[in-house]
Structures are given as structure tokens and as C-alpha cells.
């Protein structure tokens, strides 16, 4: 559709981003740790939170330092990759929506399963560019599909007027507003 609308589409190879799993985890973690949470509040989180923020205590300030420099270098490279383009477009989920309890309370296979769904998406917040999911296909379940759009540093509006452009393209809203009348 966007090569409809007049866009050139080109494909990207993502870059390489050695250690970002581990340092994303890193600090995933110690920010958790930080959630101002009672005792009596943190028996009532999920088990998945909980680990995060049990782990997350154990992670001293050379390790947080370590991981918030991992991360600017993984910007840099990012934002040179993605320069010469006005959006990168990628999927937004890896997978289709996944049936109810599918994440377990087991924190460790629910946090392999968010990883496995979702791989396309934390990076991008990780490198501050600016990117919204725009529904692009629709099941015949009702299930709606999504693709992400990225944008370049500091270009919302673009981002926001390319979306709309593609939103305005897609009968998606038809085909699951029907599959839920049926």
C-alpha cells in the first residue's frame, strides 16, 4: 500500500546490536526495582514483575552504568542505520495473538514468550525514535495484525501523517467489524 501511495520502499537489513538482550534485561530489571511498591502490594503483582523486581535489587551501579552505555552506542547505530530513510517499517508482533494463557505465571517461559511475540519493538524505545503500530490485516478470527513504523529522531508528525496514510489505505476495520457481526 505504501508503494501505492507513492513511497519507495527499500529493505534494511536491521543492524547488529551485540549484547543488546542482556543489557535490555539489565535494566528492564533495575527499573522494576524501583517501582514504589508496599510488600503487601508487591504479593499482589504478577509472578513475571515480581522476579524483575527481585533481580532487579541485586544489580549494582557499575552493571546499570555498563548497560546505559551498551544503550547509547546501540542509538548511534540505530539512528545512523535508519538515516537515510524517512520511515523503517517492521512487524510489530513476530506472531499472531497468542490464546489466553499462553504467558504463564512460570517468569522465566513468560518473559521467553514476550521476547519470542514482541522482538521488533523494544529496541525502538531503548533508541528514543518515534513509532506507532498501525493495524494492517485482519484474520478471519477478528484478529487484527499490526505493523510498526519508525521514525526518525524528533519526526512525530511525520510518522503520524505516514500512519494516517496507511491507515486510510486498509480495509482492516471492515473485515473485523464483519467478523464479529457474523
Not at 13 to 33: I, K, R, S, T
Not at 62 to 86: H, K, N, W
Not at 160 to 170: K, M, P, T
Amino acid at each position: 500500500e505504501l508503494s501505492a501511495a507513492g513511497h519507495e520502499i527499500e529493505e534494511l537489513e536491521m543492524p547488529a546490536l551485540p549484547g543488546y538482550a542482556d543489557e535490555f534485561v539489565a535494566l528492564w530489571h533495575f527499573n522494576a526495582a524501583a517501582l514504589p511498591v508496599t510488600d503487601e502490594q508487591f504479593e499482589l503483582l504478577e509472578p513475571l514483575t515480581q522476579e524483575f523486581i527481585r533481580s532487579g535489587r541485586t544489580i549494582g551501579a557499575r552493571r546499570v552504568v555498563q548497560a546505559v552505555q551498551a544503550f547509547t552506542r546501540y542509538e548511534q547505530t540505530v539512528v545512523r542505520a535508519f538515516a537515510p530513510y524517512d520511515a523503517v517499517l517492521t512487524p510489530t508482533t513476530a506472531l499472531t495473538p497468542r490464546p489466553v494463557g499462553w504467558h504463564t505465571d512460570d517468569p522465566k517461559v513468560n518473559f521467553e514468550r514476550q521476547c519470542q511475540y514482541t522482538p521488533h519493538t523494544s529496541f525502538v524505545n531503548v533508541v528514543g525514535l518515534p513509532a506507532l503500530s498501525v493495524p494492517v490485516l485482519a484474520l478471519d478470527e477478528g484478529i487484527s495484525m499490526s505493523v510498526q513504523l519508525i521514525g526518525r529522531p524528533g519526526d512525530e508528525a511525520g510518522i503520524l501523517a505516514l500512519g494516517r496514510q496507511l491507515e486510510r489505505r486498509i480495509p482492516w476495520r471492515e473485515r473485523v467489524e464483519a467478523a464479529f457481526a457474523a
